[in-house]
């Protein structure tokens, strides 16, 4: 087998407008029941890709979900010189040759987590073209915590027709520095990071993102030879070291899907257990569900066991960075308290777009009230199926449980939305007893 080293930049393309032309019908009302196992996180494995260019050495990353987003990454190392190769469900990078070619735009302004290449490219070569990624469906989404770090680290950044061009000040590495990020980014925490372990000397990253994907990325670097401590809390240190070598490594589990299989057993009253999961990873997602009445019970390291019932009371939510309630939670959750007694007040404080599921459930017979970032959800008897649109990642998911709770058929529209993050989910749902399927509508 040999690597791949053309880009297929236009197989995600072709694979969005299939799964435009195709709806998903779920009809609601199956009980679920047995074991679904959760695939590798995708926003880990997009970080770990982009840190894969840190060395020339080559590197193998297991438990990497199929999935369009990883694809869409795939595509960038290639484009940007490295040979990646997919067996299963490993990716074997080799990126001996990283060229000064810019990141593809198609592709950056279609998956905004290319853009973190910035940081292992300025860490490797002291130098890096990337267009801005722009906005998208959840926000406006701006970049300039993560230029804001890379200035600090030592890099000249001039931002021109759409494209990031960073280069090193002095000489081509980067100069470890102490940065106070006004928000704890997840990307900008990522981005800088992986700047900071080649540069010289140490770098300090205060109000750091604590996510579980940071951890993993930090620990995929130190396998590789990085000296980092502290990831996961909100100071992390760096220091920097010449060089990094090859490493095997393997991506922890998505706690986004686990947590979305976990409102799946919710809504429909039904027991399921979920596995390979790290129990510490969904700590107010498991709170929440116990405070509107969800049993959850851990069985072993690392299984969950979910026993849905009903009759649920109401509970209010707000998405914080880790370890708050994430905000790529929130609309699922939101599914699950539109059928929950009295009334929820839901507060998204992270995206300021991340909020269009409610019309979407609206149409289900939900009843949502909105202003500005903040959702009243009043608990309804019955959600009732109906066609609707999928706007963003985390929004189709929450149709999809919708759909699974309703009564009648939901038919939902846009699923290339879906299918950036959930790995085989219908066939994941039918195992369990859903009924779910995608046709084409005539
Ligand atoms: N922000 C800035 N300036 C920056 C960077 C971020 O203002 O330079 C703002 C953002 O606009 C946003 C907030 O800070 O309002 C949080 O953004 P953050 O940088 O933390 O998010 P991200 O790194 O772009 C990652 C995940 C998201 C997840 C968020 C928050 C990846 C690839 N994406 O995005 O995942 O919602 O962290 O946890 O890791 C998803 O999987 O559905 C998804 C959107």
């Known amino acids: 087998m040999t690597y791949q080293t053309s880009s297929p930049a236009t197989v995600p393309n072709a694979d969005e407008a299939h799964a435009d ?3 998903l019908q779920v ?6 029941a047995g074991q679904v196992q959760i695939s590798g996180a995708k926003n880990s494995a997009l970080a770990l890709l982009a840190a894969s260019l840190l060395t020339g050495e080559g590197c193998e990353i297991s438990n990497v979900p199929h999935l369009v987003d990883i694809e869409r990454m795939s595509a960038i190392l290639i484009a940007l010189g490295a040979q990646v190769l997919r067996q299963g469900d490993k990716l074997k990078i080799r990126a001996e040759q990283i060229g000064y070619a810019s990141a593809p735009y198609e592709l950056v302004s279609k998956l905004r987590a290319s853009f973190f290449v910035i940081g292992s490219l300025m860490g490797r070569c002291g130098r890096a073209r990337v267009p801005l990624p722009g906005g998208c469906a959840i926000g406006a989404r701006p970049v300039d915590l993560h230029v804001r770090g890379l200035q600090a680290l ?14 090193c000040r002095c000489g081509d590495r980067l100069e470890g520095a102490r940065i106070y990020l006004d928000y704890p980014s997840v990307g900008a925490t990522e981005t800088i990071m992986m700047a900071a372990t080649l540069a010289r000397g140490q770098t300090i990253i205060e109000n750091a993102a604590q996510e579980p994907e940071i951890v ?9 030879g990085a000296q980092i401590r502290g990831a996961g809390t909100k100071t992390i240190v760096i220091d920097g070291v010449s060089e990094l070598h090859q490493a095997s490594y393997a991506v922890i589990p998505d706690r986004i899907e686990a947590g979305t299989f976990m409102v799946a057993a ?9 596995a390979p999961v790290i129990p510490e990873h969904l700590g107010a997602v498991i709170a929440k569900l116990q405070e509107v009445g969800v049993r959850v019970v851990q069985q072993g390291r690392d299984q969950l066991t979910i026993i849905g019932g009903h009759g649920y009371r109401s509970a209010d939510i707000e998405t914080l960075p880790f370890p708050g309630f994430p905000t790529d939670m929130q609309a699922q959750f939101m599914a699950l308290l539109t059928l929950c007694e009295g009334n929820s007040v839901i507060t998204e404080t992270v995206f300021e777009n991340r909020l269009q599921h409610v019309a979407e459930l609206n149409r289900m017979g939900a009843n ?3 202003k500005g970032n903040v959702a009243v959800v009043s608990g309804v008897p019955v959600l009732s199926g109906a066609p609707v649109m999928a706007t963003d990642l985390r929004a189709s998911a929450a149709l999809v449980l919708a759909g ?4 009648g058929v939901t038919t939902i529209k846009g699923l290339h939305h879906l299918d950036r993050g959930y790995e085989n989910i219908d066939h994941k749902l039918r195992t369990l007893g859903a009924k779910l ?3 084409i509508l005539e």
């Open 21 to 23: 032309a195709e709806v």
């Open 27 to 32: 009809v609601g009302g199956a009980r679920l």
């Open 154 to 167: 030592g890099a000249e950044v001039h931002i021109e027709h759409g494209i990031v061009e960073a280069r």
């Open 216 to 224: 993993d990325l930090a620990n995929f670097c130190i396998a590789m």
């Open 266 to 274: 919710a809504i429909t009253g039904s027991t399921i257990s979920i």
């Open 368 to 370: 949502i009230k909105l």
């Open 404 to 407: 699974l709770a309703a009564q």
């Open 437 to 439: 399927h995608r046709t």
